[in-house]
T-cell receptor, first 110, second 114 residues
Framework: RKEVEQDPGPFNVPEGATVAFNCTYS??????FFWYRQDCRKEPKLLMS???SGNEDGRFTAQLNRASQYISLLIRDSKLSDSATYLC???????????FGKGTKLTVNP | EAGVTQFPSHSVIEKGQTVTLRCDPI?????LYWYRRVMGKEIKFLLH????????ESGMPNNRFLAERTGGTYSTLKVQPAELEDSGVYFC????????????FGPGTRLTVT
């Protein structure tokens, strides 16, 4: 079993739609959680960290449920520029290595 | 502030040859990481330097891979001899000292072994 599992996708949505990505992690020692964004043939870039209390950054909302070992990302009012692959990433306590999910590809259509 | 740079951007080599990838981290970043994505798989950690010391090399696949960071600045990752399964995108990342800091990724080196 992979340490980080994500919706396989791809997701194709119209502009303005709301889309949700889900992710589960298997290692209970995971302490830090992130969503990264990767454009085609580019490097991953940090989109947002995920906190237990949930956090919001504009149209993006991230949630963490430690009991279920579940992470989510909600994008409201999708824009064409949101088209990318979204990577769920965790970091174990005491380690700095990032553990990546395979990613979910999102295409926002006009 | 200049970002993480990697060289070359692409490399095509034959099985059995040697390739050396280079990474220049963001100035002042003590932490340097190598990751790899092979086709169809997730990005996987290879190793982590703190300055010139290897902090964690648990992700290195085998002894055909050698990473160095002399002087604690740039890093090289040598693959010798290359095998077909080494093909993929090799990313370097760097961060400031301290576990809370974001890792910034370079654009990657796309390695194709034929």
């Amino acid at each position: 079993r992979k340490e980080v599992e994500q919706d396989p996708g791809p997701f194709n949505v119209p502009e303005g739609a709301t889309v949700a990505f889900n992710c589960t992690y298997s290692n209970s020692a995971s302490q830090s959680f992130f969503w990264y964004r990767q454009d085609c043939r580019k490097e991953p870039k940090l989109l947002m960290s995920v906190y237990s209390s949930g956090n919001e950054d504009g149209r993006f909302t991230a949630q963490l449920n430690r009991a279920s070992q579940y992470i989510s990302l909600l994008i409201r009012d999708s824009k064409l520029s949101d088209s990318a692959t979204y990577l769920c990433v965790v970091k174990r306590g005491g380690s700095e290595k990032l553990v990546f999910g395979k990613g979910t590809k999102l295409t926002v259509n006009p | 502030e200049a970002g993480v740079t990697q060289f070359p951007s692409h490399s095509v080599i034959e099985k059995g040859q040697t390739v050396t990838l280079r990474c220049d981290p963001i100035s002042g970043h003590d932490n340097l990481y190598w990751y790899r994505r092979v086709m169809g798989k997730e990005i996987k950690f290879l190793l982590h330097f703190v300055k010139e010391s290897k902090q964690d090399e648990s992700g290195m696949p085998n002894n055909r891979f050698l990473a160095e960071r002399t002087g604690g600045t740039y890093s090289t990752l040598k693959v010798q001899p290359a095998e077909l399964e080494d093909s993929g995108v090799y990313f370097c990342a760097s961060s400031r000292a301290g576990i809370i800091y974001e890792q910034y990724f370079g654009p990657g080196t796309r390695l194709t072994v034929t």
